[in-house]
């Protein structure tokens, strides 16, 4: 087992909160401190992103993360918890709540990756573009982040509402993707996969998109068929691909509601 950077705050039920490919757990500090207020917040970072490091030739793909992220929270004491993903980490939620649904109270997927019909057969070209450009002005970033045509040239695709992100979460998210050298071997283990488990009805769940979702487009990769059939859709107005950065409070809210749904 390869043990997992993690970061535990707050009290209550244990919610765990996994990142997507590129970030890395502090991409949830805005949700975190919301969140520890109701629950004991688990936060990881994933073999070769943040606090983690890349052990080469490890298998990537959603399922063994997810069996990676259960065995250390299993060396961390929780048997049970809440679960919340972003992305890639949405992904592997969702084949932790099919693994084991005895060990998974309920399921936010956060823009998850996975739902689609075809899946993809190669990296696309805009992920060597997002992380050549992280790799080669990380050390520049500190400063240029103060300006808004970096942090556009960052995080305009990102979101709508990129003009209000903070200094620190552009800062975060670009050091993040600068280090993470699990980038590409987490994409190479998402080709030519979909999420195709099944998770049954006693788990509460709920899949948040946005609306202006350019990572992961409604037309391609929110198919709600591969979803699991008795999962709640929203869709947040002027959101993007990360949707606890745009409107926290309300991806909270979502959390929150599907933790405390009984089946």
Known sequence: MQRLHTHISGNGEPLLLIHGMGSAGTAFKLLRA????????????????????????????????????FDEMTAQGFEKFH???NSLGGWVALEMASIYPDRVNSLTGIAPAGLWLN????????????????????????TALHFE?????????????????????????TLAMAGAEGYYP???????????????ESIPVTIIFGDTDRTLPATTCQERSVAPQHAKWIIFPETGHAP???????????IKETSSTRR
């Open 34 to 69: 919301i969140l520890e207020r109701d629950f004991t917040v688990i936060s990881i970072d994933l073999p070769g992103h943040g606090k983690t490091p890349m052990i080469h030739g490890r298998p990537m793909d959603p399922q063994s993360l997810a069996l990676n992220v």
């Open 83 to 85: 679960l919340a993903g």
């Open 119 to 142: 899946p993809y057969n190669a990296r696309y070209p805009g992920t060597a573009l997002a992380r050549f450009l992280a790799r080669n002005t990380a050390k520049l970033a500190p």
């Open 149 to 173: 045509k970096a942090r556009a040239l960052g995080f305009r695709d990102v979101s709508p509402r990129w003009r209000d992100f903070s200094y620190e979460i552009c800062l975060d998210a």
């Open 186 to 200: 987490a994409w190479d283990g998402m080709l030519m996969k979909r999420f195709d488990g099944n998770i049954p």
């Open 244 to 254: 606890m950065w745009d409107s926290p409070l309300d991806v909270a809210a979502a």
